[in-house]
């Protein structure tokens, strides 16, 4: 069984926990994460994002096979998470007040349906 | 200091002469119960408000329903069958039953019943029809219609007025930015790419204030775009040619570009695969409408335009957001964003956007916490005054522009 392309399936062990295909999955997963447990996935696949991205350049927004999506939302957490690693050294912004369950999101898939709905 | 010193340091207070200067009676008043009454009878409810983009319901027979606990009611905007939008409040004249439930948030109808006695209007807000009519006096239901909501639009956006003869139209209460925005907002280039819903609890002026200057940047945003040019060691700082202040609305001019900095990884990869961010230096584009960067400055990275009291428009060359306040108290504030941007051609340009999406929506959060933790101390009135420096003046107008019409209500009202 091949979750990803086979060019990246060194990755596949963190597909189930990690190719989340909303944004508020993704948000609701760092900020309720361990900053520990992320680094092991944003160490994992921050070397490849580079090969990622070129790989994902010739696929549609909304790729059609599987292992496509599944590559797609996982570089979506990589860019969710390199914010604690490469911009914040924490969890989330300076959040003393704010809470993040008090926001959410329609995401940009969400937006597209919108869209469709009308 | 010599007056040559005061030239260079506050050139913007210098630029406004006519404004008040030094400290500002502002305290716990201003974030009071009886204070937000008067903000919501004296400005809300009498102000052009921008509640939605036409693009939000393009066919004939679209609806979209609001409810705004600031304006106390909910209200329906409809596309008709001639393609005009009206407003309406969510009520049928019967007996005051919501037409559209709490749930329903948006379709495409012909007629609206009534889900009470199921009396049926039209778009126009016609009673067209009313079940088992010969029970009712005819001269009863004379002239009956649902109760319409003053609408104007302008470059796509809705506004609504809740005073049913506002006092100017919409172009006299845009003024000079009626023109100045003119062909900026389009449809087929910006398409709506995400909406965040925040229920914060602060005070709705404490987040337009730190919307309206680039001082607190240096510091809240330390970790975040404009920060990591701070970080450099260059302080950001508006241009006093790029400080708009209008007789209600605001707009400022930020720069990007400024000192040396790293990109982050997955920054410079989204830079590589898409204009994702204001910051991207491939982004700044001189080609926009003649009141957007008004300076045509080749350095700038956005526009912030307050439409006055609730709307922040961020207006930059990749993108443009729209974020709507509407306090339910005095302390509680709903915020919405909605986030326009080009649509991505590949894979690879959805994951460059995804990172321009979360670099806006977390600098926005980092304003809300600094908005909600001023929230929690106001009510301690232990400060009486507010000191602005010449960065901060769009604020010190702002408090001036609130604190008038709140006063010319009360004198009014009590």
Known sequence: MNNLPNKFEGLSKF???WALDTEQARFDKRTSGKVEEIKFFYDAIIQQMPDIMAYLKDKEVEPSEQ????LLNMAMSCVEVSRIFE???QLDVRSDYLDPKRMTCLGYEGAKKLDRVK | MSTV???KLRPITEKFSDMPQGRVDIDDAVASPAYFKAEKEGIFKKSWLNIARESDLPNIGDFIVKTIDTLDTSIIIVRNKEGKINAFHNVCVHRGMTLCGKHEHSGNKKYFACPYHAWVYDADGQLVDVPDRQFFDEKDLEGLSLAKISLATWEGFIFINLDSEPAETLEESLGELYKGLEGYFDDDKYKLVNRYEMDTQMNWKFYVDSSIEAYHANVVHIQNNTGQ?????TILHVDKDAVRLYEKHRVLGLPSGFGERELSPIEALSFQYGATTPYDVRAAGSD???GINVNKDPHWAFDIVEFFPNIILFVSAPLYAVIRLWPSSEKECLQVTDVYMSEPKNAAERVALEYGLLSLRDVIREDV???E???????SGAIKEYVFSDQEIAVRHSYKTIDDMVKTWLANNQ
């Open chain 1, 15 to 17: 597909v189930a926990e």
């Open chain 1, 67 to 70: 292992e496509d999506k599944n």
């Open chain 1, 87 to 89: 911009v914040w050294n």
């Open chain 2, 5 to 7: 010193m005061k030239d």
């Open chain 2, 229 to 233: 040019n701070a970080q450099s060691g």
């Open chain 2, 288 to 290: 926009m409408a003649p």
């Open chain 2, 369 to 371: 916490n600094t908005a």
């Open chain 2, 373 to 379: 933790g001023s929230t929690t101390m106001v009510k």
